[in-house]
Nanobody, 126 residues
Framework: QVQLVESGGGAVQAGGSLRLSCAASGRTFSTYAMGWFRQVPGKEREFVAAVSWSGDTTYSADSVKGRFTISRDNAKNMVYLQMNSLRPEDTAVYYC???????????????????WGQGTQVTVSA
């Protein structure tokens, strides 16, 4: 497994921006797809965005499309989530996740990821 540590969360007003970072260590980071998920109390953890191991392919949930951008820097073992035009409904704990299989396809499902960070809180006020 890989160790993941998220940072960059915080409190922001609606319309504002935040950039989440995820630092990875413990295995060959550059060969695994990476994803961001989020969760609010009482609800299932939901997919936000994912990026292929090479960085060439990205997917985003419809709810964040056009506002959030996922990217990665394989030289630094980092994944980022740039969040713009934030809304109160984006309030959640955001988790970074590493893919289960080397050179695996990009996935929106939780089962495709086997390593998770501890999460970082994002709070958007109206």
């Amino acid at each position: 497994q890989v160790q993941l540590v998220e940072s960059g969360g915080g409190a922001v007003q609606a319309g504002g921006s935040l950039r989440l970072s995820c630092a990875a260590s413990g295995r060959t980071f550059s060969t695994y797809a990476m994803g961001w998920f989020r969760q609010v109390p009482g609800k299932e953890r939901e997919f936000v965005a994912a990026v292929s191991w090479s960085g060439d392919t990205t997917y985003s949930a419809d709810s964040v499309k056009g506002r959030f951008t996922i990217s990665r820097d394989n030289a630094k073992n980092m994944v980022y989530l740039q969040m713009n035009s934030l809304r109160p409904e984006d309030t959640a704990v955001y988790y970074c996740a590493a893919g289960l299989v080397r050179f695996g396809i990009v996935s929106r499902t939780r089962a495709a990821y086997d390593s998770w960070g501890q999460g970082t809180q994002v709070t958007v006020s109206a």
